[in-house]
């Protein structure tokens, strides 16, 4: 463990570019990698780092397993003692509890480990075994008579509240040796989300993983999957094999190993306990000496002698660091699948409105504008109808092709994104109340400018009769949307202001058609495009994965 700080600096290097990704969009390996992301974090955050830092702080012995396994009753077995308030060592609140040795307190006081969790520390009560076992303890009936287990729901099948949130309760005892650590982690199986995902928490945090489970349920899928997941880190890793019949015990012992060593995990040590009445808590006791003694006696061996607690923490630590070879080109694939989604969702959306303005820019050319009202007021004019209605209705027949080719060109993103399933992280383009205010608001602004630039070039005219402005604008109006159908109007437009006026005008005009036309379309494909902007969806991710793995394989 004689580590040199630049791998603790490309460790921290990756953690960062870890921490830093983002899986926002539901694909289908979306829920791996994020459940990916949160084992990495935890493990450099609560193990790696901390460990590669202080090599010489205490071993930390995870217990874990499903509910009912009796991990409790085996922390407190191995303490030799009840640990925490009230007699019960893991209130219902399901909050995890560390003990240590009064020695080794200093090292999980601070945020060394678990800097995630507060730490909370309980009244400090003396109780020896031989009270215990004698049922003269003051925790009898009342107190551990809820016992660890059954108070916790394992026995009777409950479940548990949530723990108390960000909470780890810090414990010592003096039966402990000294540079050794156990903590009670809540069931993995539990049906309360929370207390699964801290127990896969606390595990990650392990130098030494123990997995128990019982003889009813040593075959069971939540057990096996830890047992595959430690086997796939090469951590140090411990079976207890919990609560056996006796008339059954060689039988189930030896089924058990064969399990084990079909899972290539034959040479794991393997600890097993008979059933017996203190199994069952009730207040009855710890379980005896005798049942626990070889798992204590691995445990200080790996404490007290130098070599076997080196081997215990490089094998943990070396697969954790092993298993990034692994596991952060798989994150950057999520994250480039994640970028590729977001491309093909945000290409769908301005191909859709990329598409509706080269539609409104040809219906324009074939006089689309000049239909309905606006033609017949075209057609009456300058006699039936005078230039402000025929301008009126011009820009509301440009303000309707407007807005159905926004509606449309949301029918299109809506179509494109039912065939993609990263849409469903996104609200679906429905019918907005306000964009036709929002489209009436711009063809308005594009009129006010338009009749400004009609008024500044009769301004401009040396002429004694300057043309009415109004006139002018409908004039223009009607020559930029009226297409093929208006052509007349560029003639009388010309008559007016003269030809290079004329030329002036339609120039400029043309030009505000198309900035308008853009403003609106632009405007509204941002706003569709701006839950997935908001998602902040990029591929450099990908590109910082890799390289800070890159950083760590040279320094390793």
């Keep these: 463990m004689d580590v040199r700080p630049q791998l603790i600096d490309a460790l921290s290097a990756l953690r960062d570019r870890v921490a830093a990704v983002r899986l926002p969009l539901p694909l289908a390996g979306a829920p791996r990698a994020r459940q990916t992301r949160a084992e990495l974090l935890a493990q450099l955050d609560d193990y790696l780092l901390p460990r590669l830092r202080d090599p010489e702080a205490p071993l930390l012995v995870v217990v874990g397993g499903s509910t009912g396994a009796g991990k409790s009753t085996l922390v407190n077995s191995l303490v030799g003692r009840r640990v925490s308030e009230a007699g019960v060592l893991r209130p219902t609140t399901r909050t995890p509890v560390l003990v240590c040795h009064p020695d080794d307190h200093h090292w999980f006081a601070g945020m060394r480990v678990l800097p995630d969790l507060t730490r909370v520390w309980l009244p400090h009560q003396e109780e020896d075994r031989g009270a215990v076992d004698r049922g003269t303890g003051g925790y009898g009936g009342a107190g551990y008579g809820a016992d660890d ?295 308005r602004r594009w009129r006010r400018v338009l009749e400004e630039l009609a008024e500044e070039e009769v301004r401009q005219l040396e002429r004694g009769a300057a043309p009415d402005a109004e006139t002018v604008a409908a004039l223009l109006a009607a020559a930029l949307l009226g297409g093929r159908r208006a052509r007349e109007a560029g003639e009388r437009l010309a008559e007016r202001v003269g030809a290079q006026s004329a030329l002036r005008l339609r120039d400029r005009g043309g030009e505000l058609v198309t900035t308008y036309i853009d403003r609106v379309l632009h405007g509204e494909r941002d706003r569709r495009l701006a839950p997935l902007d908001a998602l902040e969806v990029s591929p450099e991710p990908q590109a910082e994965l890799i390289a800070a793995l890159s950083l760590l394989q040279k320094e390793r």
Excluded at 229 to 257: C, N
Excluded at 303 to 321: C, I, S
Excluded at 385 to 400: H, K, V
Excluded at 406 to 426: C, H, K, S, T, Y
């Design 149 to 443: 287990d059954e108070a916790d729901d394992e026995e009777a099948g409950g479940e548990g509240a949530p723990p108390e949130r960000n909470t780890l309760r810090i414990e010592t005892a003096a039966t402990l040796p000294r540079g050794l650590a156990l903590l009670d982690a809540p069931d993995i199986d539990s049906l309360v989300v929370d207390n699964r995902l801290l127990a896969a928490e606390l595990i990650c945090a392990a130098d030494v993983w123990v997995m128990v489970t019982t003889a009813s349920r040593y075959a069971d899928a939540v057990p096996w999957h830890l047992l595959r997941t430690a086997k796939e880190y090469d951590a140090s890793l411990v079976t207890v094999l919990d609560r056996v019949p006796h008339q059954v015990l060689e039988e189930v012992s030896r089924q058990y190993a064969a399990l084990l060593t079909r899972a290539g995990l034959g040479d794991v040590p393997r600890f097993t306990i008979p059933e017996l009445p203190e199994s069952a808590g009730a207040g009855r006791g710890l379980l005896p000496t005798t049942a626990i003694a070889p798992l204590l006696a691995w445990l200080a061996h790996r404490v007290r002698d130098p070599a076997a607690r080196q081997q215990a923490l490089v094998r943990t630590a070396a697969g954790v660091v092993d298993s990034l070879n692994v596991r952060m080109p798989e994150l950057a694939g999520a994250v480039a699948a994640q970028y590729a989604a977001a491309v093909r969702l945000t290409g769908a959306v301005e191909d859709a409105y990329t598409a509706e303005g080269e539609r409104v820019r040809g219906q324009l050319r074939r006089g689309a504008v000049l239909a309905g009202d606006a033609r017949t007021r075209w057609r009456g004019h300058p006699r039936d109808s005078t230039a402000r209605e025929l301008l009126d209705s011009l820009a509301e027949s440009f303000g309707a092709l407007l807005q159905c080719a926004v509606a449309a060109a949301d029918e299109r993103v809506e179509e494109a994104w039912r065939r993609e399933p990263a849409a469903g992280a996104l609200p679906v383009p429905a019918p907005d109340g306000e964009a036709a205010e929002r489209v009436g608001m711009a063809v």
